[in-house]
């Protein structure tokens, strides 16, 4: 395929090196607002992000019980169009995701993994096929932003000379997640009741544009919001003036998702493993997978019929001591036959859990796991994920729906 078109063009940025090419972290368009209410700031994916504003416990447990406020600006916004219309777009995103991005139906997000050329996991990101203020299709992806400037170079790569990619880095995006999300969003934009889980739509806010899917990344119910940056701090405060709400930092988003089962790109997800190792098999649409018309897909396709060598699984760690990341996951023998790619307690159930890639035949509820960090020994249990069940709206809340 020949390049697409970047729209516009990072002008001091080396797509194929990025973020690495930025010596210093940037700041987010909130960052004076986190750092006026106490928020503890700290290097993360190439931005300075809260960590926690009175305690990653207590935005944990306050999450899980009303709604907290995520502020999620670095990922990457991009608004894929093409001249020769919007299914254009759709089949040529086939070639590097597995996903059925035809199909997609207007206002439908849809969960997919970018691909390399031997079927590993180069980003996992957000599909959503919308309409623009001027009536035209056009797909609005949401990629992590450790990787956003890398996907885009790949995009450009893969993706035929009359797609233009824009990237929206003048819109913030915030994240509404926990069981009261709803009440508290919806006095400020009626209508976003109606929504369901994966889906979106254009709304409205003391007139500024927003975008809003009911989706998230803890578990919860709740919304992402896309809103111009210079709107972010004022639609914020609005947001905190809710009696459900308050600001939470990235340390109880990774607990919150940990317990979630959810995988983090850069840690439970990398270049080297597949969607089949991943256990994300549900991120291959029948029809890519009857069709294998995507890069890695032989070998995709041959691990979901014989194995995989290695599966991810959730533990739960004997004791009270977490196991971290970098953890090795070793046979009786003291062989290193696996690894914990993520680790934490998890304060829903007073207990540490993790994450790690095992021998698929020890990928079995119940098997008993042996850890080692810093040279000392934990026990642990191979667990279901979810480690504590989702909560996502599939029926709409509205009044009569």
């Not at 990629?143 to 009359?162: E, F, R, S």
């Not at 003048?170 to 919806?186: I, K, M, T, W, Y």
């Not at 976003?192 to 989706?215: D, K, Y």
Request: hydrophobic residues 45%; proline residues 6%.
């Amino acid at each position: 395929m020949t390049d697409a078109t970047l729209n516009p063009p990072p002008a001091d940025l080396n797509v194929e090196d990025a973020p690495e090419g930025h010596d210093e972290p940037q700041l987010l368009p909130l960052d004076a607002w986190h750092r006026a209410r106490g928020g503890r700031m700290v290097a993360f994916a190439g931005y300075e992000m809260p960590v926690q504003y009175d305690g990653i416990m207590a935005e944990h447990l306050w999450t899980r019980e009303n709604a907290g406020l995520f502020d999620v600006s670095h990922m990457g916004q991009l608004v894929l169009t093409a001249d020769a219309g919007i299914d254009t777009v759709a089949k040529a995103l086939e070639a590097v995701l597995p996903g059925d991005i035809v199909g997609l139906t207007e206002n439908r997000n849809r969960y997919s993994l970018l691909l390399n050329d031997e079927g590993g996991i180069l980003d996992d990101l957000m599909v959503t096929r919308r309409r623009n203020a001027a009536g035209e299709d056009e797909l609005y992806l949401v990629v992590n932003g450790a990787t956003k400037y890398d996907d885009i170079g790949y995009l450009l790569d893969v993706l035929p000379d009359d797609v233009t990619i824009n990237l929206q880095d003048e819109q913030a995006l915030l994240a509404v997640q926990g069981p009261r999300a709803v009440e508290a969003v919806a006095r400020l934009v009626p209508g976003v009741e109606a929504l369901v889980f994966m889906t979106a739509g254009a709304f409205e806010w003391q007139g500024t544009p927003l975008w809003i899917s009911r989706s998230g990344y803890t578990g919860e119910d709740g919304f992402e919001v896309s809103i111009p940056a210079e709107a972010a701090a004022a639609f914020a405060d609005a947001l905190c003036a809710e009696p459900e709400v308050k600001p939470i930092g990235l340390g109880a988003r990774d607990s919150l998702r940990l317990e979630a089962g959810l995988p983090l790109y850069g840690h439970d997800l990398d270049p080297e493993t597949t969607l089949v190792m991943a256990d994300l098999g549900f991120a291959l649409a029948k029809r890519r997978r009857e069709a294998g018309d995507f890069v890695g897909a032989e070998r995709i396709l041959g691990e979901r019929a014989d194995g995989p060598a290695a599966k991810r699984v959730g533990l739960i760690v004997t004791g009270r001591q977490p196991v971290r990341e970098g953890a090795s996951v070793v046979a009786e023998d003291g062989a290193v036959i696996g690894r914990v790619t993520s680790g934490g307690f998890a304060p829903t159930l007073g207990a540490p859990i993790a994450m790690a890639y095992v021998p698929t035949a020890l990928a079995i509820v119940g098997t008993a796991i042996r850890l080692v960090q810093r040279g000392k020994i934990h026990e642990a249990t191979v667990a279901a994920m979810p480690f504590v069940p989702h909560r996502y709206v599939r029926q709409s809340t509205m009044t009569g729906a």
